[in-house]
């Protein structure tokens, strides 16, 4: 994760998701792009509601929020599935 550059983060941590915030507020003035999923977990069989944090970022950083779908098959190990991404 630290040579794909990550920016952690502890869940119900409010100094590290403090420090995540700041961390990602520099990535992003420095030209990166960030990847967030802002359920902040995952679940198989629905859809979580979002956190805001992602979408605060963003309006107080000034930028675009690009939403994208990944999508993988349940047999993805046994069959050679594909994952799909898709942008919305």
């Known amino acids: 994760m630290w040579l794909a550059e990550y920016i952690p983060v ?12 700041a961390d990602c ?6 030209g ?5 999923f802002p359920q902040g977990t995952r679940n198989r ?4 509601p979002f956190k805001d944090g992602a979408f605060n970022l963003a309006a107080e950083l000034g930028v675009p929020i690009l939403p994208v779908s990944i999508v993988i ?4 190990w046994l069959n050679g599935s594909r994952v799909k991404i898709v942008v919305h």
């Open 10 to 21: 502890k869940r119900k941590n409010k100094e590290s998701i403090k420090q995540m915030y």
């Open 25 to 30: 507020k520099v990535a992003v003035k420095d």
């Open 32 to 36: 990166w792009s960030l990847i967030i």
């Open 45 to 48: 069989q629905t859809t979580l």
């Open 73 to 76: 098959s349940d047999d993805l």
